[in-house]
């Protein structure tokens, strides 16, 4: 289960590793991390001092999603410029790489001090944290997340996922460039589930065009309407249908990008607590099998 970080009123967590951390102490099997850590306006070193914790906590089952973050809420808050977004996850990100490979630190930058011969604990016990980049969009990031090794996660909120088969290809293209193996990818997107394609659809249109709508009044973006609603869930990013319908359109994304993940994001504004419960159960108990026996077939 992934846990988002925000730092506005309505969005309820501003520190996922606490509630995390909950749920590992209440589980034994699910995996537990972000999604995502805006590593831009946190400390690097920190940040993987608190999940180190998780994964201690959780008897191994802690990874983490590191990026840039979609909202900017946090840099104002923290006593950071907007101006220097790029370079603030920059320079993060590598001191973050170093401080993950859990030796003595040496590091250098421009956004704080520099770290010298240090070590950082607690460590991960066995091997190295799971850790992936969540991208948007920008190829530069892309080509980032390989330069470290990196998990990569494609945030795709909107529009034929096929279209980001391109940043695959680069992701590919540019491991093999720094001589690096394959990691993991996979993609992060909306959706909900019902018995019904059309109980599904009915159920989230609401809550879910609110939310949209709140956001796009922020940032300049006209009103969503049905009509776009109904396309991004006929052939866009929206995940939206009963469990058959979904697992389908999962699989043929799986294929299409060559996935080896794919997260739903689940809840969507205002929707209500029983519906999302109960979207979850179908995505546990009849998708993701599903997924898994239409890929084999596929294989």
Known sequence: IGVGEHHRKDFAVSAPEVVLAAIAAQTE?????????????DDPIRVFQRFATLD??????????????????????????????????????????????????????STRAPVVDKSVYPTVEKGLLPTWIGVGGSPESV??????????????????PGRFAPYVDLFHRAL??????TPKIGVHSPGHIAETDELAREELWPHHSKMMNRIGTERGW?????????????????????????AQKIATTARVLGLDRFDLKYSSGTLAHEKLMSSIQLFGSVVGPRVRELLAEQA
Do not use: C
């Open 29 to 41: 099997r699910i995996h537990v991390g972000s999604a995502v850590t805006v590593l831009s306006s």
């Open 143 to 160: 080509v980032r997340t390989a330069r470290y090794g990196f998990n990569l996660m494609l945030a795709i909120i909107g529009g034929e």
């Open 56 to 109: 201690g906590i959780s008897n191994g089952r802690a990874e983490v999603i590191l990026g840039r973050g979609s909202f900017t809420e946090s840099f104002p808050l923290f006593g950071l410029e907007l101006a220097d977004y790029e370079r603030l996850f920059e320079e993060k990100l590598e001191l973050f790489a170093a401080v993950r490979q859990q030796q003595p630190v040496n590091w250098t930058g």
């Open 176 to 181: 093999a460039k720094f001589e690096l193996p």
């Open 222 to 246: 006209g009103p969503m309407s049905r009509e776009s609603f109904e396309n991004e869930a006929d052939t866009g990013s929206l995940y939206v249908g009963s469990p058959e319908t979904v």
